[in-house]
């Protein structure tokens, strides 16, 4: 063959041999079987044990020579050309990968769920008329897993917590386990795992435990139609006895909490009736598998001791990185029989872990992983051409689709292009504006420690300069042209005297048995479980209660802080902007726009010590100012800065007036006048100000009384002095007169 082997696929390839009919030829399914008798593969593939057994070597020596089908001599081939010696792994790999494996592994997998059977347990249970009563009497309650139910093998990185879920439905008292673990870890998974082997007679399940059945009771068919007092009552009893005579069933409940509330936070109708459960578990009368989440387990369950004493808990942690890849390598071949011909190259696997750690912070593996090769799968397979194979754009596709709004890719954001974005919206700004691109495009790099925030930045600086429209815009190029802001207003985060804490329940929520509590609602910073990739801004964080400081604290420092409802909240992806007017220093300085016997105006300056001595003396010591990466002081703006923003304005305005039927026109001396009239200390917002009271409010007016009609120009003038006594006044700023198809707005 020209092939070199390592040992063990040797090995392989010869079993492989022994097992061909004298005149057959090697086909790829015989090969499979070979691979996986190796030691390495069948580690790397466990789920694979059931359906590729060794084949039966039919000569007791090992062929010179065998003739290879198609799909094997083309794969030869390939591994020929690339010249290293071969392993199993590798071997078994490429085979799996290619359209033959695959067809192979789909056939394998059809036949045995077609053809196998269970094995009979050494009691007659399973076969027993008095079973087939019993399934029917709690069909009305919920399913029997292992009655008939056939579950997809491909279970794998849970042999240890099933271990400990045996280890409990074997004991004398109190055969109850209660699986606990964040959603999409596999709690479900688990017990439907355990099922599986009940009806295959699994080797690991014990003898004692062979002739065991699992009935997965569901809390809604328990209570649905239950509309009369001692309805519900009725049926748990009529439950319960069943389950008493037939200590052969465990009962499955998934969402545990919705069934055994302890009842401490709120006491519903059916609250009593569910005592009757936790009676039944304490004298060891029935035996339960429940599921939960964490947060759910801490908020019902937890706080009732005497039903936490009744559950073995076994605690189900998300899988690391290389445990995940495992999962989703036993998941390929019946994903890829699913969306076949569609192909999933090793490398997406990898990709689709990188991107939801990255991107998909809050939620847990192996299940967001899953979901987002399932979603990318079915981008590739529902284009007006579909793909042939899985790749990185169809992975990026599903990604937004999960999240629910488009990503900035970090290749796309350059410092320059940042910047380009920004100071085309902000004016006067360009040097704290390259600072702060530069700074927002190192956060998004793989460089930075992802134990914090991407950024921490201080923007400080006069009122009106920009500060926080920088801040919504970098939220818009972090979501794609969607702005991802949570935003927090810290004129409602001051405290009440000493007590801080109804600061820190607008940020959290309200503790359970407070006024305002609601399930879930959780308060302003909750929203970053829905938005992980998002600009959290601290607007005037000088004005927030100093307690609000030492929360933050942990956020800054770790990344993570978690609600008053148990749940989360991971800033890891996020950038926090805090704005501030702290530090600012008023001079007297005159901007160009009076004459020189004109009264000078405050200019405002920031001063950095001035600002961190003020936030100090507000409360927030040192280890909070030093967690900030870094302090951007907004400069106050100057004449050449007023006039720009002035005539974008006008600007503006023309572009607004035209769709309406005008054109608008200014003398060439109403910036400069318009400009004359800023006070500094007062910022863009003042600008504004005065657009509208002397031009924006004369055009609405004259709009509403009717004196737009037939009028095709808007002009803007300079009220000279001595016309202002001989015009109709409509306000102390404007005055405005008609001349056939020409309005014209006089400013004062």
């Not at 007590?499 to 509590?517: E, T």
Request: charge should be neutral; aromatic fraction near 6%.
């Amino acid at each position: 063959m020209g092939l070199t082997l390592d040992p063990e696929c040797q090995a392989a390839v010869d079993l492989a041999k022994r097992a061909v009919q004298q005149g057959s030829v090697l086909e790829t399914g015989t090969l499979l079987a070979a691979l996986y008798a190796a030691q390495s593969v069948r580690a790397r593939h466990p789920e694979l044990a059931a359906s590729l057994s060794a084949p039966s070597p039919v000569r007791a020596e090992t062929p010179a020579k065998v003739t290879l089908d198609e799909p094997l001599q083309s794969l030869f081939q390939r591994l020929v050309a690339g010249g290293a010696v071969v392993t199993a792994l590798q071997m078994f790999d490429a085979l799996v990968q290619s359209a033959a494996g695959r067809a192979c592994l789909a056939a394998q997998a059809n036949g045995q769920a077609a053809q196998a059977e269970p094995i009979p347990p050494p009691a007659s249970w399973k076969t027993s008329p008095e079973r087939e009563r019993v399934i029917r009497d709690l069909s009305s309650f919920g399913r029997m897993l292992t009655a008939g139910q056939r579950f997809y093998k491909g279970v794998v990185e849970l042999e240890s917590p099933l271990r400990a879920l045996v280890r409990s439905l074997t004991k004398m008292k109190r055969r109850n386990a209660l699986i606990i673990g964040f959603s999409g870890t596999g709690k479900s998974a688990l017990v439907y795992e355990l099922a599986r082997r009940l009806v295959e007679g699994h080797p690991s399940i014990p003898l004692r435990l062979r002739d065991l059945d699992i009935f997965e009771l569901s809390p809604v068919f328990l209570r649905s139609g239950a509309s009369m007092v001692g309805q519900y009552e009725e049926r748990v009893k009529a439950l319960l006895e069943t389950l008493r005579a037939n200590p052969r069933v465990v009962m499955f409940v998934d969402e545990a909490h919705a069934l055994f509330q302890s009842g401490v936070y709120t006491h519903g109708p059916f609250t009593e009736a569910n005592e009757a459960f936790k009676d039944a578990l304490g004298k060891g009368e029935i035996a339960c598998i429940g599921c939960t989440t964490q947060a759910e387990f801490r908020h019902y369950i937890e706080p009732d001791g005497a039903l936490m004493r009744r559950f073995t808990v076994i605690r189900l942690e998300p899988p690391s990185r290389s445990a995940t890849m495992r999962i989703l390598q036993a998941r390929l071949p019946r994903v890829e029989a699913y969306y076949a011909p569609l192909r999933i190259p090793q490398e997406m696997l990898q990709r689709a872990i990188d991107l939801t750690e990255e991107y998909l912070p809050s939620r847990f593996q192996p299940d967001k992983s899953i979901q987002l090769l399932d979603e990318a799968c079915a981008f590739c397979v529902n284009q007006v051409s579909p793909a042939p194979q899985v790749t990185l754009r169809e992975l990026w596709s599903a990604l937004e689709d999960v999240i629910g709004h488009s990503l900035a890719r970090p290749e796309a954001l350059t410092e320059e292009s940042v910047f380009r974005d920004l100071a085309a919206k902000i004016i006067g700004q360009d040097d704290v504006l390259r600072a702060v691109s530069r700074a927002f495009v190192a956060g998004l790099g793989s460089w930075q420690q992802r134990s914090t925030p991407r950024g921490i930045f201080f923007f400080c600086g006069p009122t009106g300069v920009g500060k926080t429209e920088t801040a919504i815009l970098l939220a818009k190029l972090l979501g794609g042209g969607q702005e991802t802001m949570v935003r927090v207003d810290c004129n409602t985060l001051q405290g009440s005297g000493n007590d801080s804490g109804p600061a820190i329940n607008r940020l959290l929520g309200v503790p359970p048995g407070y006024i305002g509590y609601a399930r879930g609602q959780g308060g302003i910073l909750s929203r970053v479980r829905d938005l992980p990739e998002c600009v959290v801004l601290f607007d005037e964080i000088e004005k927030a209660d100093p307690g609000v400081g030492k929360l933050l604290l942990q956020i800054l420092g770790d990344g993570r802080v978690e609600d008053v409802d148990g749940n989360l909240l991971d800033f890891r992806r996020a950038f926090l902007i805090f704005t501030t007017n702290a530090g600012c220093v008023y001079e007297r300085t005159s901007i160009g726009f009076q004459t020189p016997s004109a009264q000078a105006q405050n200019a405002p300056s920031v001063d950095l010590e001035a600002l961190k001595t003020e936030l100090r003396s507000l409360g927030y010591g040192q280890e909070f100012l030093g967690r900030i990466h870094q302090y951007f002081a907004f400069r106050a703006l100057d004449s050449a800065v007023v006039t720009r923003i002035l005539e974008r304005q006008l600007a503006s305005l023309r572009e607004s007036a035209q769709p309406k039927g005008f054109r608008l026109e200014w003398a060439s001396g109403v910036v400069a006048h318009l400009a004359a009239r800023w006070q500094p200390q007062f910022g863009v917002r003042h600008l504004t100000t005065i657009l509208r009271h002397r031009i924006t409010e004369q055009l609405a007016i004259a709009d509403a009384q009717g004196e737009l009609k037939g009028v095709a120009e808007i002009r803007l003038e300079i009220l000279p002095a001595e016309r202002a006594a001989g015009l109709p006044e409509f306000s102390g700023y404007s005055a405005r007169e008609r001349n056939g198809s020409v309005l014209t707005v006089y400013i004062r």
